[in-house]
């Protein structure tokens, strides 16, 4: 068994990095592991992809554990670069800003403690797949968590260059993104198709596919996901007023409004697919939130593979 550990040396708050890269390397030793890992420091968009995958294909099917420390867009970088190589499980560490995809997972262990991750358990969980012409190339790629599009993806955007801001964390960055967005109301426009029909068209605030329940550092969007069913959900929102969406969102970051609430119906669509097609509806092109990360496309087709990815999930 091979251990490889990729380091996010930017993540969080970025003081994590130097003391994680100790505790590896001591924990791998006091488990005479000491010839059996590797640990790479990712640097900048991308790296993490290029470097799983030519660390994947080097193993020659020989078994291994991938742990990935940082936030939802480093685990997304890690996935894009050894998805399909059956050898390959993916662990977690979260040092990231909005970890959101660990969030899925009430039962595990502590996810921050080394040991309790090296010796962890695999739970197979479904990803899904997304392609069609992204960041200007035609592109076939994976996704574990989530896709936002409309106001989720609009706050991620505007926290990114709130955040280059001095004195402005990663967390009130966040809320005043929130505050910009909600006095803004910026959403979306889009088509949106099931098998080649489509369902809905027009203006919406936001639309978000789901494989796991939480975004934006904790905000439970999509209680009914779950990550190993066969199946993502799609939740609508309406392009309802300010005073609506500020009213609602309370329940909505708990996750309460999958519930019994009075008219939610008129606000709120929800529905569970296998795949899905967005289109920007009234422009050539369309800005989404991918496992925390933006993008832009022409449109993209997703789909859900089950069963695709063996996850590590900590020994309590």
Same mark, same amino acid.
Do not use: W
């Given at each position: 068994?091979?251990?490889?550990?990729?380091?996010?040396?930017?993540?969080?708050?970025?003081?994590?990095?130097?003391?994680?890269?100790?505790?590896?390397?001591?924990?791998?030793?006091?488990?005479?592991?000491?010839?059996?890992?590797?640990?790479?420091?990712?640097?900048?968009?991308?790296?993490?992809?290029?470097?799983?995958?030519?660390?994947?294909?080097? *193993?020659?099917?020989?078994?291994?554990?991938?742990?990935?420390?940082? !936030? &939802?867009?480093?685990?997304?970088? %890690?996935? #894009? +670069?050894?998805?399909?190589?059956?050898?390959?499980?993916?662990?977690?560490?979260?040092?990231?800003?909005?970890?959101?995809?660990?969030?899925?997972?009430?039962?595990?262990?502590?996810?921050?403690?080394?040991?309790?991750?090296?010796?962890?358990?695999?739970?197979?969980?479904?990803?899904?797949?997304?392609?069609?012409?992204?960041?200007?190339?035609?592109?076939?790629?994976?996704?574990?968590?989530?896709?936002?599009?409309?106001?989720?993806?609009?706050?991620?955007?505007?926290?990114?260059?709130?955040?280059?801001?001095?004195?402005?964390?990663?967390?009130?960055?966040?809320?005043?993104?929130?505050?910009?967005?909600?006095?803004?109301?910026?959403?979306?426009? *889009?088509?949106?198709?099931?098998?080649?029909?489509?369902?809905?068209? !027009? &203006?919406?605030?936001?639309?978000? %596919?789901? #494989? +796991?329940?939480?975004?934006?550092?904790?905000?439970?969007?999509?209680?009914?996901?779950?990550?190993?069913?066969?199946?993502?959900?799609?939740?609508?929102?309406?392009?309802?007023?300010?005073?609506?969406?500020?009213?609602?969102?309370?329940?909505?970051?708990?996750?309460?409004?999958?519930?019994?609430?009075?008219?939610?119906?008129?606000?709120?669509?929800?529905?569970?697919?296998?795949?899905?097609?967005?289109?920007?509806?009234?422009?050539?092109?369309?800005?989404?939130?991918?496992?925390?990360?933006?993008?832009?496309?022409?449109?993209?087709?997703?789909?859900?593979?089950?069963?695709?990815?063996?996850?590590?999930?900590?020994?309590?």
């Amino acid at each position: 068994m091979k251990y490889c550990f990729f380091v996010n040396p930017v993540a969080g708050t970025g003081k994590e990095a130097d003391k994680l890269v100790d505790d590896i390397h001591n924990l791998m030793v006091e488990m005479g592991q000491e010839f059996n890992y590797k640990v790479v420091i990712t640097k900048g968009n991308d790296d993490g992809i290029i470097r799983a995958h030519a660390l994947a294909r080097d *193993l020659n099917g020989e078994q291994a554990k991938f742990f990935v420390a940082g !936030g &939802d867009g480093s685990i997304n970088e %890690v996935l #894009n +670069g050894v998805f399909g190589y059956d050898n390959i499980s993916i662990g977690v560490i979260p040092i990231g800003t909005g970890n959101d995809a660990v969030r899925n997972f009430t039962e595990a262990g502590d996810f921050l403690s080394l040991e309790q991750q090296v010796r962890g358990s695999t739970k197979k969980i479904d990803i899904l797949k997304y392609s069609g012409k992204i960041d200007g190339r035609e592109q076939t790629r994976y996704c574990i968590n989530m896709f936002n599009i409309g106001f989720d993806c609009n706050v991620v955007e505007l926290t990114l260059r709130l955040k280059q801001k001095p004195l402005l964390s990663g967390s009130l960055a966040y809320l005043m993104a929130v505050a910009g967005m909600v006095i803004k109301k910026k959403g979306t426009s *889009l088509t949106i198709k099931e098998d080649g029909k489509i369902i809905r068209e !027009g &203006d919406m605030l936001l639309c978000a %596919v789901s #494989n +796991g329940s939480y975004c934006g550092g904790g905000i439970k969007s999509a209680p009914l996901a779950v990550m190993d069913d066969g199946e993502f959900d799609v939740n609508i929102i309406n392009d309802v007023s300010r005073f609506t969406f500020a009213r609602l969102f309370p329940a909505f970051r708990r996750g309460e409004h999958a519930g019994d609430m009075p008219g939610i119906e008129n606000i709120i669509e929800m529905r569970r697919m296998k795949s899905i097609e967005l289109l920007p509806y009234g422009s050539e092109d369309l800005t989404i939130c991918v496992d925390g990360e933006i993008q832009h496309t022409k449109g993209i087709k997703i789909e859900i593979c089950p069963q695709a990815l063996s996850f590590i999930v900590p020994q309590e």
